[in-house]
């Protein structure tokens, strides 16, 4: 049986939202994989008389393409079995290829359907990835919407070999017309930026100054939001994605008051209390420069422009690179920062972990599970990690932990061949031969953008008073971006709630 009860259960109030007959054209000929996939299409058109399923011959095997009967080919191709965090994709697609209008903008809608030039695009995925429906599920909208455009969604555990052969280290992995086109999470918007398919500014230059205008669409974003629209006053959202880190991690567990949830699901309930209420959500847009006239006027990377009364800023923070040769160049080559998204790609390969605080340790534990041997390298003399996920760790017999370690290069000829680092004590260098690096050492704040306009501390963050406001008069800041002592989900929530207060507290005295 392909489909169990949870994932049936799951799959069964959707299939009421399926408006015409759909067909899944299988091409399965390739041994034990197929039969899987077959058994997978056989069974979901069990499931509907609105599904059917028939043999062709197609590029890859095993595959399934989802159609509209009667209707030309949608585009939308799954390689090997979209189980794991693929099987929303698979229903989205579903349900979008019969007819249902995908939940994105109108605007966006039109500006894909405009597109005239051929793209088949191509994204390579592993199941264990939760950045990777993002970008399928953008890309499958898109072929759904405009007949010149098609997407393949690859599982890479069932096409190794294609894996292999294109050097794909790291996933998602998007390749358009042949050619690779970019990787890491991306939505619709971000891919249209990418293609040079430029954004009506026009739109967003129009609408009224805000009272408060948030920008970043995390968990302290999401909170002064939430309590700037409950003062019944006006408020925007500006982010580049809807939020934040929490996608990047699955268990969470200390969300007070919620036992366990999962980043995708946090991120998700975040979106959906902000969207009761009237909050004015501008997404996949990049804040790019801050001044001061009469308002505040805040322009974006598409040169799009809002103003606004007050700005609370709450862009958070992203995995710190490590600034050593060969690091940029290997960046999707064997280079990682995501142990969740790529690690299915280091199956039996040695790999080191570059980082031996809480985020490291953890990924160390976890790759240790796949890889065939994992280094993890510490810069300082002992380890940081809680003491609980050191135990774990050292009771592994596939790992090696080198403290006082400084790395020096990550080196290769196409993809990642070794690691060099340096004994902090006796200045020797030793190089390990390793397929695959995970940086983990730490975050950077997202605040260069702002320049000189807001005191920053040395490594960036805004500081901000005990009301979350910043050294210019409106701007408040919160979350990971700011000085706080603590990055965490509920502090950061919190101080989106006080920088909301504050900013409230300001417009009333001004
Ligand atoms: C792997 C991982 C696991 C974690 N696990 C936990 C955990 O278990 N528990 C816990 O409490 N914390 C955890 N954290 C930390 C927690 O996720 C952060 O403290 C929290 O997300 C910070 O929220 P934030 O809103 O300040 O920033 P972020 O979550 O970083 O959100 C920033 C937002 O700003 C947007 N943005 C950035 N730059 C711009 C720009 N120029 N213009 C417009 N928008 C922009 C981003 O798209 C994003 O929406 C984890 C973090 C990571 C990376």
């Not at 159609?67 to 693929?86: C, I």
């Not at 109108?106 to 405009?114: E, H, M, P, R, S």
């Not at 294609?162 to 918007?189: C, D, W, Y």
């Not at 967003?204 to 302290?220: E, F, T």
Request: charged share 20%.
């Amino acid at each position: 049986m392909a489909l169990d009860q949870e994932i049936k259960a799951q799959l069964t109030p959707y299939l009421e939202y399926i408006e015409s007959n759909v067909v899944l054209r299988v091409c399965a000929n390739s041994g034990g994989a197929s039969e899987g996939v077959l058994e997978f299409v056989r069974e979901i058109a069990e499931m509907s008389d609105k599904i059917s399923y028939e043999n062709v011959e197609m590029e890859r095997s095993p595959s399934f393409a989802v159609d509209k009967v009667g209707a030309e080919p949608s585009g939308v191709v799954f390689a090997g079995l979209p189980y794991g965090h693929e099987f929303t994709s698979f229903v989205m697609a579903l349900v979008q290829v019969s007819g249902r209008k995908p939940k994105i903008e109108d605007g966006l809608i039109a500006q894909i359907k405009n597109i005239s030039r051929t793209l088949n695009f191509t994204t390579y995925v592993s199941l264990t990835c939760h950045n990777c429906p993002e970008v399928v599920q953008a890309l499958n909208i898109m072929a759904v919407l405009n007949p010149n455009i098609s997407h393949t969604m690859v599982e890479g555990g069932s096409f190794k070999e294609e894996v292999e052969a294109k050097q794909i280290m790291s996933v998602p992995f998007v390749h358009l017309n042949g050619e690779e086109f970019g990787g890491g999470r991306m939505t619709a918007e971000q891919i249209l930026a990418k293609l040079g398919e430029s954004v009506d500014t026009s739109e967003i230059n129009s609408r009224a100054p805000y009272d408060v205008l948030v920008v970043g669409g995390g968990p302290a974003g999401a909170a002064a939001a939430i309590y700037a629209a409950r003062k019944g006053i006006r408020t925007g959202m500006l982010t580049d994605s809807l939020g934040g880190q929490v996608l990047e991690t699955m268990g969470i567990e200390n969300i007070i008051g919620t036992k366990y949830t999962e980043g995708p699901k946090f991120a998700a309930s975040l979106m959906d209390h902000v969207k009761e209420y009237p909050v004015d959500i501008i997404s996949s847009q990049r804040a790019n420069k801050l001044v001061r006239n009469e308002m505040l006027e805040l322009t974006m990377d598409s040169g799009a422009m809002l103003r606004s009364k007050t700005v609370i800023i709450a862009t958070g923070a992203r995995w710190r690179a490590i600034g050593v040769k060969g690091e940029k160049e290997f960046k999707n080559r064997g280079i990682a920062y995501c142990p969740h998204c790529d690690g299915p790609l280091f199956a039996g390969k040695d790999i080191a972990v570059i980082g031996g605080g809480n985020s490291g340790v953890e990924a160390a534990i976890d790759l240790a599970g796949i890889a065939g041997h994992v280094t993890v390298i510490e810069f300082m003399p002992e380890l940081r990690a809680d003491t609980i996920l050191q135990k774990r760790l050292r009771s592994l017999e596939n790992v090696t932990i080198v403290t006082n370690a400084q790395t020096k290069e990550i080196a290769g000829s196409s993809k990642v061949e070794s690691l060099t680092y340096a004994d902090r004590t006796t200045e020797k260098e030793v190089t390990l031969q390793v397929q695959g690096v995970f940086i983990l050492i730490g975050l950077t704040p997202n605040t260069e953008w702002l320049a000189d306009t807001v005191k920053r501390t040395k490594v960036g963050e805004i500081i901000v008073d005990k009301h979350g406001a910043s050294s210019l008069p409106g701007v408040f800041a919160a979350g990971d971006c700011s000085d706080s002592a603590y990055k965490q989900i509920v502090i950061s929530m919190g101080s989106g709630a006080t920088a909301s207060l504050g900013a409230f507290d300001y417009l009333i005295r001004n």
